[in-house]
C-alpha cells in the first residue's frame, strides 16, 4: 500500500474524530474537580457524632456536612452534572460526525455501545462493588437509574436520540430539555413521589436524579450545535447562544432556587440549570483562552481520556478510605502532609498516567 494511500486514510480518520483543544482543556479541569471529590469524600467527618472533618470542605459535596432541607451545595454538588454536560455536548459532536460521513446506522451503533459500556461500569461499581461485595445484595436502582455511571448512561442516550429526532434546529431542541426540567419541577413539588434526598416524600418511585441529567445532555447538544454556528467564524455562536443562555440559566437558577432549592441527590431543576449555566461560561472561559493562546499544562492531555482517568480515581478513594480509618490523628496533626499525599499525589500521578496514554497517542474511548 502507497504512502500516499495511507495519509489518505490517516485524514479521513483524523476528519472523523475532530478534537477541539479547547474542549479538552476544559474536560482535563472536570477530571481533576472528580478526583478531588472522591477523595474528600471520604475526607468528610461527622458532623452529628462531632467526628472533624479533614480536607476543605468547599470542595466536597455539602450534605456531608449538612444534609438538612434545604440542602448545603458546594461546587462539588455540580460536577456530575457538568460532567454529563460534557458528555452531551461531546455526544453531539461524535454523533452528527459519523452520520454525516458514514450514515446513521453507524451512528446509533457507536452511540449504543458507549451507553452499554456506561451500564457494564454501573453494574461494576454500584452493582459489585458498592453492592454485592460490600452489603451482600445488588442495588437495582442505584445500577439502572440512579447511581453516577446510570444516570451518564441515561443522559448519554437521551443526547443520542434528541440529536437523531431534532438534528438541524437547535434552538427547537432545547424547548425539550426545558420541558424535561419543568416536568421534574412540577412532579417534585406534588410529594407524591419518592425522594432521594432529605425531603419526606410518597412511595411512587420517579428517577428525578436520571430525569434531569437527560435534560443537562440535551441542554448540552445545543451549546455544542451552536459552536458551530457560523462555520467561519466560531465566535457567532457564543455571542449569539452560548453566552445569552448561559446567563439566562443562572438567572432562572437563582429564582428557581428560592421555590425549589437546588438538591444534589434528586438533580432538582435548580441544581440542573446552575449546572448548564456554569458549564456554558465554562467553555467560554477555555475557548477565550485558546484565543489568547494560553493553555493550562497537562490539562490537555487529561482532558482526551476523560472516562478512564476517572475511573483510576476510585482507587484513591480506597487510599483516602484506608488513611482516615488508620491515621486520622496523623492527618489533623499534620495537615501539610495530608495536602501532598491526598491532594496533591493522586492529581500527579493522573496526570503522568495522562502524560504517558498521550505519548503513545492512547485514546480509550467510552
Not at 238 to 247: Q, Y
Not at 268 to 293: C, H, P, Q, R, Y
Request: proline share 4%; net charge negative; glycine share 8%.
Amino acid at each position: 500500500m502507497s504512502e500516499e494511500v495511507i495519509e489518505q486514510k490517516d485524514d479521513r480518520k483524523e476528519a472523523l474524530h475532530v478534537r477541539y483543544e479547547w474542549l479538552d482543556q476544559f474536560r482535563g479541569l472536570i477530571i481533576i474537580f472528580l478526583i478531588i471529590s472522591v477523595v474528600t469524600w471520604e475526607l468528610s467527618g461527622n458532623f452529628g457524632l462531632a467526628i472533624q472533618p479533614i480536607g476543605p470542605p468547599l470542595l466536597n459535596h455539602g450534605y456531608k456536612y449538612y444534609n438538612g432541607y434545604p440542602a448545603l451545595i458546594t461546587i462539588i454538588d455540580i460536577g456530575q452534572q457538568i460532567f454529563m454536560f460534557v458528555m452531551g455536548f461531546g455526544a453531539y459532536l461524535a454523533f452528527t460526525s459519523r452520520r454525516e460521513k458514514k450514515g446513521t446506522g453507524a451512528a446509533w451503533k457507536h452511540g449504543l455501545i458507549r451507553v452499554a459500556v456506561l451500564y457494564a461500569l454501573a453494574f461494576i461499581d454500584d452493582g459489585l462493588l458498592g453492592g454485592l461485595i460490600s452489603d451482600g445484595t445488588i442495588p437495582w436502582d442505584e445500577v439502572l437509574w440512579y447511581g453516577t455511571f446510570a444516570n451518564l448512561a441515561i443522559g448519554t442516550f437521551a443526547a443520542y436520540l434528541a440529536t437523531y429526532l431534532i438534528p438541524k434546529s437547535a434552538d427547537k431542541r432545547i424547548l425539550l430539555s426545558i420541558a424535561i426540567m419543568v416536568i421534574h419541577s412540577l412532579l417534585y413539588a406534588t410529594g407524591i413521589f419518592d425522594y432521594k434526598g432529605p425531603l419526606p416524600g410518597g412511595s411512587i418511585i420517579f428517577p428525578f436524579n436520571a430525569f434531569n441529567h437527560a435534560a443537562i445532555a440535551i441542554a448540552a447538544t445545543c451549546f455544542s450545535q451552536w459552536f458551530k454556528m457560523d462555520p467561519d467564524d466560531t465566535k457567532v455562536g457564543f455571542k449569539k447562544r452560548i453566552l445569552p443562555v448561559s446567563t439566562i440559566a443562572i438567572m432562572l437558577f437563582y429564582v428557581v432556587d428560592w421555590i425549589q432549592p437546588a438538591e444534589h441527590h434528586d438533580c432538582t431543576t435548580s441544581l440542573a440549570l446552575l449546572a448548564i449555566g456554569a458549564s456554558g461560561f465554562l467553555i467560554a472561559v477555555f475557548f477565550s483562552f485558546e484565543m489568547l493562546d494560553f493553555k493550562i499544562p497537562v490539562l490537555s492531555e487529561m482532558g482526551k481520556n476523560l472516562l478512564i482517568l476517572f475511573i483510576f480515581a476510585l482507587v484513591f478513594s480506597l487510599l483516602a478510605q484506608f488513611l482516615v480509618d488508620d491515621f486520622r490523628d496523623i492527618l489533623l496533626a499534620i495537615p501539610v502532609l495530608t495536602m501532598l499525599v491526598l491532594g496533591v499525589l493522586p492529581i500527579l500521578i493522573e496526570a503522568g498516567i495522562a502524560i504517558l496514554l498521550a505519548k503513545y497517542n492512547v485514546k480509550i474511548k467510552i
